[in-house]
């Protein structure tokens, strides 16, 4: 069984949603937790984590509702205001569900590529460790190596790099990235989602073979102890429908032994989350 580590809710709206042009109109409609479990029956998804799209509390608030009403929903990395004065309550307020279990900037929307390193952010994140909540790393390749300086900072602290960092897939470059990929893995409390490959990718022509080289290097940086699955749903609806998507990584790990499609399948992400599965 797979637990899927990495999809979206919302309900559709202009002002929030901006991102999502006229290109991505399959997008601009509601998805919510019914919308999913029709994905989900008959497929071998055995529970989820609910991901953050909007940079507000009220988010946060929603997610963790939408959560406590779906079973197969068995945690939510939400958004606090990292570098706010008022992040001890907001963090008090949140941690009193235990459904909430990680948050996350969308760090790559930020004009400034320094944005993690700046004192008001690194002072936020150092916070999460006190309350057990992980962190969600969604950035660039350009952003890597300022992810490197960032966790060496917070042993202790759990990160998970979302999307593998988006690299060029669509043109097939790995260098420097599969060198920067080596050197954040290098660093023991960092994890890693494979998602998002799809939307990096010809959105169109893709094939199987155009992440095996992105998968190689994930794999052997971070190991089968430290990757997880995610279908990154409903944005992957760019590329291609839910188990077509998550046919992928299945594929491409199909080869383990048993030990180790249950750890990268399901266990890391159960472990990383301390998630109950129940």
């Given at each position: ?24 109109s ?52 939400g ?16 941690t ?67 999307h ?99 750890k ?15």
């Amino acid at each position: 069984m797979i637990i899927d580590a990495h999809h979206h809710l919302w309900e559709f709206n202009t002002d929030d949603y901006g991102w999502m042009d006229d290109s991505m109109s399959i997008l601009r409609q509601d998805y919510l937790p019914v919308d999913l479990e029709k994905q989900l029956t008959g497929s071998n998804v055995a529970g989820t984590v609910v991901v953050q799209a909007r940079q507000k509390l009220e988010e946060t608030r929603w997610l963790l509702e939408m959560a406590g009403e779906t079973p197969f929903i068995k945690g939510v990395v939400g958004w606090v205001d990292l570098r706010s004065e008022q992040l001890t309550d907001q963090l008090d307020e949140f941690t009193r569900d235990p459904k909430l279990l990680g948050v996350r900037h969308v760090i790559h929307d930020e004009q400034d590529d320094d944005f993690i390193l700046r004192t008001a952010f690194v002072k936020g994140v150092e916070k999460l460790e006190e309350y057990n909540l992980t962190y969600d790393l969604l950035i660039y390749p350009k952003h890597i190596l300022r992810a490197v300086e960032l966790v060496s900072m917070f042993p202790g602290q759990k990160f998970v790099l979302d999307h593998i960092s988006k690299p060029f897939i669509r043109v097939g470059i790995l260098d420097p990235w599969q060198e920067d990929i080596a050197a954040l893995a290098a660093q023991p409390n960092v994890w890693c989602k494979i998602s998002g490959m799809v939307t990096e990718a010809d959105m169109v022509n893709w094939n199987y073979e155009d992440f095996v080289p992105y998968l190689d290097v994930v794999t052997e940086a971070f190991g089968t102890d430290r990757i997880m699955l995610g279908s990154d749903w409903p944005v992957c609806r760019l590329a291609g429908e839910y188990q077509e998507i998550m046919d992928i990584p299945v594929r491409y790990f199909g080869d383990l032994d048993p030990v180790g499609k249950e750890k990268v399948f399901r266990k890391n992400c159960i472990d990383f989350y301390e998630l109950t599965t129940k």
